[in-house]
């Protein structure tokens, strides 16, 4: 045992050592288990999902995305690392927030470039993020993670001759989540006093950085804080990140902040700003579920701008919940050309036409959805409507997926998942064991593994010649019933077995079982 906890241990720190690293940025060297080439694929890989599902590209004025891009190529050209696929996208939502994926993938909301006043501001929002992926702060965060969830793999990993491979699969499947958690202090430190020397040298005045921090601390103690929330969970604001950043600006070389160009580019999200702020009461009316107001406030909203999808949805919602399911689809429609490549309104007229019975308009909808950002509602129609279809194969995939999040149709989803497959795998929820009971006889364990009634169990046992080689099989008489959870011991006719160690010679295997209807289950 000493001798594998020794192999165990040498491995683990010939891959830390394999895993050590220069930080693009500081030039210190530090354990990072993640390639770059990972790092860019785990963040394309994450980068339209992650548009999608908070809120989509912002696409009223064109003139906003191209200014942005702009002004993030022309700071990633001067960061410690230029050659990363940069991308820069302003998203279409309310809250004021900015965050950067792994190799590059950067996006700010349309809630926060309303609040700046400056093109130093904004190169301050965008350089931090830039320091974020060039120093390769999500392949450090993806690789604590790592170490915190490698727990009893790590044994295995280490033991095999590809664990190295192993530990980049677990990476990946760390990855969508590792970049969204927030980064630590030091990070955060990090970013900002980099990214103000990137400011300095594209020519902008780095004073721009304390006037953006001086403006999170000052909505931190508004009373806006709630809204807030997901920007101060990843970039908590300080009078230490002011200070700090205001003693880093008088080391740096005074630059521009050109505010009236700033000013004119952002002028279509000025304009609109009642418009925003009457979708935002819509949204709380509807919370309310007081439709009537909602479209009042969307009236308003529409009148301002009528190009903005999200305000053609939320009316559709209002009138869903009128149950004016015509005018509902109405609205929805206008919204999908509104905004043809966001996924919210397809999924809602997806479900709304579902509803209706209109299953093949429906799963055009919810299919199209679903492309664009997997949720667990269009996988779980998806299922619907094939299973109705006759395809279980496809069926089973769209229930699978759809199990995995969490609510009540994470729950249907499971069961539906598990009657699909208690016919052709039932071993895999209907667990089983050889036991030698006190008269020596063999007796067969049963553990219903699934959350759902099980009927028409049926146990084959094979006695084997050898490790390899199968003898006598037989299939035990009768059928059995589990209760969720539920664990039983069947009796045999087979024995008595000289040792207990006999019990060795017996395999057994779970070859039927089916879910238990509503009158089999009383």
């Known amino acids: ?201 594209a020519g902008y005045s780095p004073d721009g950085a304390v006037q953006l921090q001086q403006l999170f601390v000052k909505l931190k103690g508004g009373k806006t804080e709630d809204f807030l929330s997901q920007l101060f969970a990843s970039h908590p604001p300080s009078q230490a990140r002011v200070n700090a950043n205001t003693a880093r600006a008088g080391t740096l070389p005074k630059g521009q902040k050109y505010k009236s160009r700033y000013q004119q580019n952002i002028a279509q999200l000025r304009k609109d700003e009642a418009a925003y702020a009457a979708q935002e009461k819509a949204q709380t009316a509807l919370e309310e579920k007081r439709a009537k107001v909602a479209l009042s406030h969307l009236d308003k909203a529409i009148s ?21 399911t015509a005018k509902a689809e109405k609205a929805f429609n206008t919204a999908i050309k509104r905004s043809p490549g966001y996924y919210s309104p397809r999924l809602y007229r997806g479900l709304l036409r579902y509803e209706r019975g209109k299953t093949n308009s429906a799963y055009g909808d919810l299919n199209a959805s679903y492309k664009l950002l997997p949720t667990e509602a269009a996988a779980y129609y998806l299922g619907e409507i094939s299973l109705a279809r006759g395809d279980r194969q496809q069926a089973l995939n769209f229930y699978r997926n759809a199990s995995t999040g969490e609510g009540d149709l994470s729950d249907r989803a499971q069961i539906k998942m598990i009657d699909l497959e208690l016919s052709e795998k039932p071993e895999k929820y209907v667990l089983s064991k050889p036991v030698v009971a006190q008269n020596g006889y063999l007796n067969i364990a049963l553990k219903n593994n699934s959350p759902i009634a099980v009927v028409g169990v049926r146990v084959e046992v094979v006695q084997m010649l050898d490790s390899y080689t199968a003898g006598k099989t037989s299939t035990l008489r009768g059928s059995y019933s589990l209760s969720p959870g539920q664990q039983k011991v069947i009796k045999t006719r087979i024995g008595p077995l000289g040792e207990a160690s006999e019990v060795e010679d017996y395999r057994v295997r779970v070859v039927a079982a089916r879910p238990a209807s509503q009158k089999e289950k009383r």
């Open 1 to 201: 045992m000493v001798g594998k906890l020794t192999r165990v241990t040498l491995c683990l720190l010939a891959l830390v050592m394999a895993g050590c690293s220069v930080n693009p940025v500081t030039g210190e060297q530090e354990l990072t288990l993640i390639s770059t080439e990972q790092e860019v694929a785990i963040g394309e890989q994450n980068y339209v999902p992650s548009q999608q599902s908070q809120g989509g590209q912002y696409a009223i004025d064109p003139t906003v995305q191209a200014y942005v891009a702009l002004v993030g190529n022309k700071l990633a050209r001067v960061s410690d690392a230029p050659n990363l696929p940069y991308e820069f996208v302003v998203l279409n939502n309310a809250v004021p927030n900015a965050w950067a994926l792994p190799g590059g993938k950067i996006a700010i909301n349309r809630g926060l470039l309303t609040l700046l006043n400056d093109e130093s501001e904004l190169a301050a929002v965008l350089g931090h993020e830039i320091v974020h992926a060039a120093a390769r702060h999500g392949a450090a965060q993806m690789t604590r993670g790592m170490f915190i969830g490698l727990g009893a793999q790590v044994a295995t990993v280490a033991a095999q001759a590809e664990g190295y491979g192993q530990l980049a699969g677990l990476a990946a499947q760390l990855g969508g989540g590792a970049w969204m958690a927030k980064y630590g202090r030091d990070d955060e430190l990090e970013s900002d006093h980099y990214g103000m020397e990137y400011m300095a040298r």
């Open 304 to 324: 301002i701008q009528p190009r903005e999808g999200q305000f053609w949805e939320l009316r559709g919602h209002a009138w869903a919940m009128l149950g004016n």
